[in-house]
Structure formats: C-alpha cells, structure tokens
C-alpha cells in the first residue's frame, strides 16, 4: 500500500526543527504539509528539507485534513503534528495496519502501554474528559467493532476511500471526534494503539480546554441529528 504522511502545521518552527530530522521518509510513498497560515519561518523551513507545503484552502482543523485527503496521492495518509511531543518513529507503526484493512487508524494516549501529558499530575481534567466523551460516543454510536478511547487525537492515519465515505465535515474542528464517530455509523474497521505523549517543548495549544468543549458538544447535536 502506498502511504502519504502529512504534517499540519501553524507556526511550529520549533517543534519541526526537532520532529522533521527524525521522520522515517523512506518509508512513505510521499511527504507533503498543510499550512494554517505560519509566520514564524515553519514554511520556509520545510521547504529547505524538500517538504512541499500547501496552504489551507479553508479556516478550522477539518479543512486541514480534507486538504490532507484531497493532496494525497497514496492509498491512505498519515496525518502528524511535529510538536515534539509524539515520537516520530511512532510513524511506521500505522502502515502494518492500514494494510490489515484498517480504515482508521489512532496513536492512542488512553490505552494500556501509553502515557498523556497529564500523567504525571494528580488531577486529570483533559484526559478524563476525553474518556467521557469516548464513552459516551461508543455507547450511542459503536455497534461493532473496536471502541476507540483516545477520540481527541490528531496523530491518527486512515484510508482515503473510507475518509470520502464518511462525509468529514470541511469546517470547525470536530474532526478527531467525527472521525471517529463516522467510522462506527459506516462500520468500518479501526484500532488504535500506544503511543508515549511528552509535554510540548515550544508554544501553547492553540485548542482551549473550554471553548474547544462547547464546539464538540455542538458537533455531537448535530451528529445525533444525522441521517446518515
């Protein structure tokens, strides 16, 4: 199967610097990325590592992987946020499993064998609130198949004709929820697996923990509103 990786990035010049040198290439059919608009010399630096880079056509997290999608030329894509905080050779661990047939495909901060940012601390309100979400999502939309815990994360790899099924929304950022959630409504088959999450070495998260909240909730009436 022919892989595509493609990093998103919006002004993580540090965090490339460090993630970029350690990507296995070789082991992809191509590596591209998607701007969000960087000022902050992220652009110019993947292109003197002979990245190509492509600008967003559209605001919101979702735009960034339909992008992702439609650029592609391989088979499947993976998608990886250089941050520095998720091991790049985590990387060779999704094409085994794109060519299983998975359809999607997540680096798991929630699973046996993982570890989340927030670990190290005694309380744990984004870790816990991802797992009620995933809860809640498997209860009302999984009827077969795997349940999939960690339904927040971005580093994730799918099959590019699963991804047209399953209508992505090209707006917003539901994208990791909603991919998700349109894998159990297709009955497509998908897994995850462990990955080791450090604490992000440059920059702040641009998803505030409130904000961000409310948006999903929002996202999930509308899923539940559905029909297909």
Sequence with gaps: MNVSLCLIVWNELGGCWLDVPKIPRDSFHEVFAIDGGSTDGTVEYLASQGIPVHPQTKRGLNAAYVDANRIASGEAVVVYFPKGTIPPE????????????????????????????????????????????????ALIWCREGVWIRDVLHGVKA???????????????????????????????????????????????????????????????????????
Excluded at 178 to 198: G, H
């Design 158 to 228: 799918w099959n590019r004709r699963a991804f047209d099924q399953m209508q992505i929304l090209d707006h917003g950022l539901s994208i990791d929820i909603e991919m998700v959630i349109r894998s159990y409504k297709l009955r497509l088959p998908r897994c995850e697996f462990p990955t080791k999450e450090l604490s992000r070495p440059h920059g702040e998260s641009t998803f505030k923990f409130l904000p961000t909240g409310r948006k999903l909730l929002a996202y999930l009436r509308f899923e539940l509103l559905r029909k297909a």
């Design 90 to 137: 985590d990387l060779l661990k999704f094409i085994p499993l794109l060519e299983d047939g998975k359809a999607l495909v997540i680096a798991s901060r929630k699973i046996k064998g993982s570890r989340n940012e927030e670990d190290s601390q005694f309380l744990k309100p984004r870790k816990w609130a991802v797992l009620l979400l995933a809860v809640s999502a």
